[in-house]
């Protein structure tokens, strides 16, 4: 008791030696004291602190680190690639086409990456060609089939002898159900 009542004299000595500090400090608490509410409260520094909340940027930079990561994971192997074809082989060179010599169509390309890729990835032009004919083939068949279908419905709208012309079946209410319900009589 007699070290809380020296420690409450002493702050109500240091707020009387001080009155312009306003604020939260030790006196305030101690004197039990109102503290001042025009000015702001500053603790231990050397301006306002402010508390800024801000949304975390951490999947931002982790999606950039990891985009940069696997550009260059890719992007170095394919630039060394290049640059090698590029210096050691060299664009293709227009050259006479010996007599009897039917080229490739591959070999109309000028560069061998685009060689290479034409050549193993992409389907040849004569590959292409009989698609697109099968696929007109199909289109066709498919229209002569409508075209008969058409007549045929045609046909069977003059003659009657379409679905349409059926003669109606019985209710089936009508039917007699009482022999099969004991069949061991």
Do not use: C
């Not at 019985?170 to 319900?181: A, F, T």
């Amino acid at each position: 008791m007699v070290g809380m009542s020296l420690l409450r004299s002493a702050a109500a000595f240091a707020a009387r030696l001080g009155p312009l500090k306003a604020g939260n400090n030790a006196a305030n608490i101690l004197t039990r004291t109102i503290p001042r509410t025009d000015k702001v409260a500053i603790r231990w520094g050397h301006g306002k602190k402010m508390f800024v909340v801000k949304p975390s940027d951490y999947y931002d930079r982790r999606f950039l680190r990891l985009l940069q990561y696997y550009i260059l994971l890719t992007g170095i192997p394919v630039v060394v690639f290049v640059t090698a074809v590029n210096v050691f082989i060299g664009e293709a060179e227009l050259a006479e086409i010996p007599e009897g010599y039917e080229p490739e169509y591959w070999e109309y390309y000028k560069h061998p990456i685009t060689r290479w890729i034409v050549r193993n990835i992409y389907d040849s032009p004569v590959k292409d060609y009989e698609k697109m004919m099968a696929a007109i083939q199909i289109e066709k068949e498919k229209a002569d089939m409508r075209l008969t279908q058409l007549e045929v419905r045609r046909q069977m709208r003059q003659t009657g002898d379409g679905p349409w012309f059926q003669v109606p079946t019985l209710d089936k209410e009508l039917i007699d159900h009482s022999p099969k319900s004991s069949p061991d009589n």
